[in-house]
């Protein structure tokens, strides 16, 4: 099994700051690696895969990359649609997810 | 556009089987170059993939559930199926379908998800 792992779990920020999520795969998945955004009561959505290609109709603000078993997923001006859970997702072999980072309020 | 919509019982007793259904419109399951499969989430155990499965009858399943696990796929009238046999309440979960990306597991259009619940 490859585990993912994210940090931190709980992330507080306000609009427009510069956010970073990290993800670390338990072995290399080279860049088999995606990202989601989850708000309450809705399925996730794809926001980027390939670790760094972003999803038609995703804002620009959001951007990602890393390669083998590090990862992140930027957010470069939090805006007040951005405040959910985000998870990183390998799928090199299966797929698997990471815990989640939840993104709130400071 | 494409839809998916999940429907089942949202309560199942332990050691029964767990059956749920996925509607699609907006895109046909007959011929589909695109994988479709089942996800769950839960508080204690997160986003857990169940299985995958393409218009050819190509199944794939998460080993951890491969025994107790039959995805299906019923293009006549475009749905979508699960089956888990045995539940306990681990598996109380909230039940995802979804569309893959053609060729490799990146989940594109989700359902809305369906609550079960296993408890007697």
């Known amino acids: 099994d490859i585990q993912m792992t994210q940090s931190p779990s709980t992330l507080s920020a306000s609009v427009g700051d510069r956010v970073t999520i990290t993800c670390r795969a338990s072995?290399?998945?080279?860049?088999?690696l995606a990202w989601y955004q989850q708000k309450p009561g809705t399925a996730p959505r794809l926001l980027i895969y390939?670790?760094?290609t972003l999803e038609s109709g995703v804002p620009s603000r959001f951007s990602g990359s890393g390669s083998g078993t590090e990862f992140s997923l930027t957010i470069s001006s939090l805006q007040p649609d951005d405040f959910a859970t985000y998870y990183c997702?390998?799928?090199?072999?299966?797929?698997?997810f990471g815990q989640g980072t939840k993104v709130d309020i400071k | 556009q494409l839809q998916l919509q999940e429907s089942g019982p949202g309560l199942v007793k332990p050691s029964e089987t767990l059956s749920l259904t996925c509607s699609v419109s907006g895109d046909s399951l007959r011929g589909s170059p695109y994988p479709w499969g089942w996800i769950r989430q839960s508080p204690g155990r997160g986003l857990e993939w169940i299985a995958t499965?393409?218009?050819?009858?190509?199944?794939y399943y998460n080993p951890s559930l491969k025994s107790r696990v039959t995805i299906s796929l019923d293009a006549s009238r475009n749905q979508l199926s699960l089956r888990l046999t045995s539940v306990t309440a681990a598996d109380t979960a909230f039940y995802y379908c979804?569309?893959?990306?053609?060729?490799?597991?990146?989940?594109?259009?989700w359902g809305q998800g369906t609550l079960v619940t296993v408890s007697s």
């Open positions: 979804a569309r893959l990306r053609d060729g490799v597991q990146i989940w594109t259009k």
């Open positions: 499965i393409f218009y050819t009858g190509k199944t």
């Open positions: 072995q290399t998945i080279n860049d088999w």
């Open positions: 390939k670790a760094s």
């Open positions: 997702q390998q799928y090199i072999l299966y797929s698997t």
